[in-house]
C-alpha cells in the first residue's frame, strides 16, 4: 500500500521487503496521512494489549487489585523489575498513558502519594566526578538542564529557550549511558558533525566528567566489574571482549553502573528505613509500589501531612552525597495526579 500504490520513497530494507518501522513512517508521514494512521493504530494497538486488556484480566479476584511481582536479581544494575504485571513501564508522557494512570486509585479514605528522587543519577555523578560546575549547579539548586543548555551552547541561563533546554536534558543523560556522537544525531534527529561538537563542549565545560567515565572505563576493564556507592559490585565479563560492537555495550553498561546501580542502591535502603519507621509509627498508610527512582505510598488521609516528612526525611538521608538529595512529592486521588 504505502511503496507499490502510494509510491513514497522506500528508506529501508528488511529480509521480506521494505521496512514500516517507527522511523520509517516518521519521515513519510508529511508525504502522506495513512503513515501516522499506522503509528497511531500501533500505539492504540499496544496500549490495548498490553495495558486496558492484560491489566483487567490480572485483578486478584479477592482482593480487586492487582498485585505485581518483584525481582532482586534480573537487571545488571541492580534495581528492581517488576513482572505480572509490569507496572514500572506504565506510560508517563502520552495522554494515552496519562489515562492508564488515571485507573489506577487508592482505596477510600486514602490518597496515592508519589516521592520521586530529583535527577538522582545526575546528582551521583556530580558527586563521584566531583566535578566543580555541576557540584555548584546542585548546591544552589539551579536547573541542572538549564546551566548544561547555557554551558554547551554558549549562552547565558534567561536566553536558554525550551528547545535548547531538550537537546541539554537528551545531552546530560546521554552522557549517562555512554551515548556516542552518533547516538546522540539520531536523538535530537541533528547532523552528526554538530552532535559531535555538542559531546565536545559538553566534556570541555564539564572536563572531571570525561576524567571520571574514562576512569571507570579502565577499572572495569581492569577489574571485570564495578563498584557502587554503597559497595556492590555489578560485573562486566565481556569489557576487554575482542568483538568490537560487544566491547561498546559492555563499556555503555559499566558507564551507566556507578550512576543507575547506586541509585538503585540508595531507593533500596530508604525503602528499608521507610517501612521499618511506618511499623515503628503503627501507621494505617503502606509502601504499594516503586517504580525505578520513585515510591508510591497509599496514604491515609489522616495521615498524609506526617507520611510526607517521614518520606522526604529518609529519602533525602538515605545517602552522603557532596550534593544534596531531592525528592518531589505528588498527591491525588490516582496515580496521574499523584505523579
Not at 508529511?30 to 495495558?51: G, M
Not at 517488576?82 to 507496572?87: F, I, K, T
Amino acid at each position: 500500500m504505502l511503496f507499490s500504490r502510494l509510491n513514497l520513497p522506500t528508506k529501508k530494507k528488511t529480509k521480506t521487503g521494505f521496512s514500516t518501522n517507527f522511523e520509517v513512517l516518521q519521515e513519510l508521514a508529511p508525504l502522506h496521512p495513512l503513515p501516522s494512521k499506522i503509528i497511531d493504530y500501533r500505539t492504540f494497538s499496544k496500549i490495548r494489549s498490553t495495558y486496558t486488556d492484560a491489566l483487567v484480566d490480572l485483578i486478584g479476584p479477592k482482593t480487586g487489585r492487582l498485585h505485581t511481582s518483584f525481582n532482586q536479581t534480573i537487571t545488571s544494575t541492580g534495581r528492581l523489575s517488576s513482572s505480572d504485571p509490569n507496572l514500572q513501564n506504565i506510560p508517563t508522557r502520552s495522554p494515552e498513558g496519562k489515562e492508564i494512570r488515571e485507573a489506577f486509585i487508592a482505596e477510600k479514605g486514602f490518597k496515592l502519594l508519589s516521592a520521586d528522587y530529583s535527577q538522582i543519577e545526575l546528582r551521583i555523578l556530580a558527586h563521584f566526578s566531583e566535578e566543580p560546575a555541576l557540584l555548584e549547579a546542585f548546591e544552589k539548586g539551579e536547573d541542572i538542564h538549564t546551566r548544561t543548555a547555557s554551558e554547551v551552547f554558549g549562552v547565558s541561563p534567561d536566553q536558554v529557550t525550551p528547545e535548547l533546554r531538550r537537546r541539554a536534558k537528551v545531552i546530560n543523560f546521554g552522557v549517562l549511558y555512554g551515548m556516542s556522537d552518533f547516538g546522540l544525531s539520531q536523538e535530537l534527529q541533528i547532523d552528526h558533525k554538530e552532535a559531535k561538537n555538542y559531546i565536545d563542549q559538553y566534556f570541555l565545560r564539564y572536563p572531571q566528567v570525561r576524567e571520571f567515565l574514562d576512569k571507570i572505563i579502565k577499572e572495569a576493564g581492569e577489574k571485570l566489574s564495578i563498584t557502587t556507592l554503597l559497595g556492590r559490585r555489578c560485573q562486566f565479563p565481556d569489557i576487554n571482549s575482542a568483538n568490537q560492537i560487544i566491547r561498546k555495550a559492555a563499556e555503555r553498561e559499566a558507564i551507566n553502573a556507578p550512576m543507575q546501580g547506586s541509585a538503585a542502591d540508595i531507593i533500596k535502603a530508604a525503602m528499608i528505613k521507610i517501612d521499618q519507621k511506618i511499623s515503628a509509627q503503627k501507621l494505617k498508610s503502606r509502601m504499594i509500589l516503586q517504580v525505578h527512582d520513585e515510591l508510591i505510598f497509599e496514604a491515609a488521609d489522616d495521615e498524609i501531612e506526617d507520611l510526607k516528612k517521614l518520606v522526604t526525611r529518609e529519602m533525602e538521608s538515605a545517602a552522603s552525597l557532596k550534593v544534596p538529595l531531592k525528592v518531589d512529592i505528588g498527591i491525588g486521588k490516582n496515580w496521574a495526579e499523584a505523579h
